[in-house]
């Protein structure tokens, strides 16, 4: 499979203290690439800096490439918020904007210039459906969005994501504040996405990377330690820190 | 170290906080005694809605200076509320954090400068400037709106700034990583959701300019009438008492209590306004 994403030698620094030390590893297309770690390892940092969030902040600074379909995504010619629309995000938080269920979902495409309302309710009921939450809210999308549960809210913030039509989709820890029941629906929905879109999925639990995704890395201290085939990272890993954080014995 | 024991403290602080209370009801009480039975003597409608105030023949129609205190404080509004607002939004959008955090500080001293000073640099300044390029006395309405409207920018400013900064991070972060650009996130999401504080640090600095008074009586002219133009000489409720207290005996003193009345009305109104705007913000989040 092609390659979507590569990334050379890429480091990250906050006011000049280092958060990732030189990443280098490749996103295929359609694959879903589990990132798995410790907090403060740097998965965050390393999935912010893919759609550019990090810059945001003030004191980031950045080493090495990061491209998308070959086109340098630092390169000054980037148009951000293009690239933006092109690589979607699911924060671990769930907020959905102030407003409507429906005008959540349609926020992004709206500011993109599509007005007709017939391809707007379309584009709502199919994006929530990917999302697997239109079943919950479709007699009641003109409620704000804040008045969800946290897992209803973390699948329309997924819904808001879809609409765009992204090419890829970045989750940083999706599931981390919900049940069982709500985990099980985004990590459906993430199987049957995979087909359309390239994902990237940065999560605490490993269970859920060994259960979603095609390949893991393991991030520690602002290295990447291992990446490969999730089967192999999680039966026959090659470093021993992947032995001890996958089996628990971290620390 | 136990001089007063727990009891005791309680109980002064109390004293403390409860005197602040008696204040206000105390000038309340005073102001609405002396000036109600007045208003009602001479009719509600005949003081409010007649233009005749001529003390010395008993004349006591406060209308000009109603209308005078709508307009100055209207035009100080259309000044300072825009400049407030897109000053606000700047700062808390566009410029770095390490300008903000020396802009702020500044503009808040503007709300230390005394009302004198303000008015000062109005006679001197700002009124010949009206009176060469747009004709009239100079000093006017105009010279007042523009003076007000700047004295009213720190209020406006500080609390426009303070209620974007408490909408969530994670809203401009979610609109953006939506491909939303800046100025749509601000306007769309943003703005949005601090609008109730923006509301109400308008509604404070309307306050300030109804009850602005040594700044008014130095620039805005003084004369008793309806203006017809921005360039007309005004006279203002707070302008009106000031003016007259020193020498006003009898009716005419009365009349210019019913006056404090009147003001004093308007500024609860207000206020309970801009709290209530306020707590709406509060328990949006």
Known sequence: MANKIEI???????????????????????????????????????????????????????????????????????DVVLLRKKIGIVFAMPVPLPMSIYE???????????????????????????????????????????????GQQQRLCLARVLAMEPEVILLDEPTSGLDPISTAKIEDALNELKSKYTIILVTNNTKQAARVADRTGFFLMGDLIEIGDTRKVFTSPVKKETDDYITGRFG | MRIFGENGVRRILMLTAFSAISALLLIALFILNEGLPFIFRYGVSNFLFTSEWIPAKGLFGIFPMIMSSIWVTLGAMMIGAPLGVAGAIFLTEYAPPAVM???????????????????????????????????????????????????ILPTVISISIDSILAVPRSYREGSLALGATTWQTTHMVTLKAARSGIVASIVLGLGRAIGETMAVIMVAGNSVNIPSSALDSVRTLTANIALEMSYATGMHRQALFATGVVLFIVIIILNSIASTAIRKRKTYK
């Open chain 2, 101 to 151: 955090k020396i802009i702020k500080p500044t503009i808040e001293l503007l709300a230390s400068i005394p009302s004198v000073v303000y008015g000062f640099i109005g006679v001197m300044v700002l009124a010949p400037i009206i009176r060469e390029y747009f004709g009239g006395p100079g000093l006017s309405l105009l010279a007042g709106c523009i003076i007000l409207g700047i004295m």
């Open chain 1, 104 to 150: 959540n979902v349609v926020y992004g495409v709206r500011l993109s210039g599509i007005r007709n309302k017939q391809k707007l309710d379309e584009l709502v009921e199919r994006s929530l459906t990917e999302a697997y939450l239109w079943n919950e809210v479709k007699d009641r999308l003109n409620i704000s969005g804040l008045r969800l549960s946290g």
């Open chain 1, 8 to 78: 050379e030698n890429f480091s990250v620094y906050w006011n000049a203290e280092r958060y990732l030390n030189s990443i280098s590893l490749e996103v295929k297309m359609n694959e879903i690439l589990g990132i798995i770690g410790p907090s403060g390892s740097g998965k965050t940092t390393f999935l912010r800096s893919i759609n550019r969030m990090n810059e945001l902040e003030t004191g980031f600074k950045h080493e090495g490439l990061l491209s998308m379909d070959g086109n340098d995504i630092y390169s000054p010619d980037t």
